[in-house]
């Protein structure tokens, strides 16, 4: 199966910081990778697909790069509304895999 | 609007039975593959299955191979999960999600808000 690994596993930001959150591969998965948002209690929310993709509706200070193993999620002038844990997701294979989340706080 | 309806969690004791069901509306619904994603309390989301829009191809995280079905009902526009045999460990919040193509390889677009199987003796 491929592993994906996000870093940080956290971090603490303040209302118009840029952050970057990475999510590492185990092997190449092309473009073929989502990141989702999730706040507390809530369903996940689709952000970037195919991995520079932005979602319908989404904001664009939200933005995705990267290809084969490594992507970054790029936040770039933090929003109140952003506070939340975010997850990579590999779609290549059909065996899909999240990353372990990234958690973003407010400093 | 489309709207994901899931029903049929609850307290099961372990090496018991469960079935849930997702309800669709708002979409066409034979137009998507469906996928169940999982939550365990204070962790992070788990791919369970998905279906294609036909419900011709379906693929399981290994687990859960062997122990649950995924089958979808397009005439009703229902999506189902049979899990049996269930463990601790399937303890979990279960999201229905719809893929945003009919192909079993495409991401979730919409989520519905979850149904809580407790496994617990």
């Known amino acids: 199966d491929i592993q994906m690994t996000q870093s940080p596993s956290s971090l603490s930001a303040s209302v118009g910081d840029r952050v970057t959150i990475t999510c590492r591969a185990s092997?190449?998965?092309?473009?073929?990778l989502a990141w989702y948002q999730q706040r507390p209690g809530k369903a996940p929310k689709l952000l970037i697909y195919?991995?520079?993709s932005l979602e319908s509706g989404v904001p664009s200070r939200f933005s995705g790069s990267g290809s084969g193993t490594e992507f970054t999620l790029t936040i770039s002038s933090l929003q109140p509304d952003d506070f939340a844990t975010y997850y990579c997701?590999?779609?290549?294979?059909?065996?899909?895999?999240f990353g372990q989340g990234t958690k973003v706080e407010i400093k | 609007e489309v709207q994901l309806l899931e029903s049929g969690g609850g307290l099961v004791q372990p090496g018991g039975s469960l079935r849930l069901s997702c309800a669709a509306s708002?979409?066409?619904?034979?137009?998507?593959?469906m996928s169940w994603v999982r939550q365990a309390p204070g962790k992070g989301l788990e791919w369970v299955s998905v279906?294609?829009?036909?419900?011709?191809?379906?693929y399981y995280a290994d687990s859960v191979k062997g122990r649950f079905t995924v089958s979808r009902d397009n005439s009703k526009n229902t999506l189902d999960l049979q899990m049996n045999s269930l463990r601790a460990e399937d303890t979990a919040v279960y999201y229905c999600?719809?893929?945003?193509?009919?192909?079993?390889?495409?991401?979730?677009?919409?989520w519905g808000q979850g149904t809580l199987v407790t496994v617990s003796s």
């Open positions: 999600a719809k893929g945003k193509t009919a192909s079993s390889s495409s991401p979730s677009d919409y």
């Open positions: 195919k991995a520079s």
């Open positions: 092997q190449s998965i092309s473009s073929w």
């Open positions: 279906i294609s829009a036909s419900g011709g191809s379906t």
């Open positions: 708002g979409i066409t619904f034979s137009s998507y593959a």
């Open positions: 997701q590999q779609y290549n294979s059909y065996s899909w895999t």
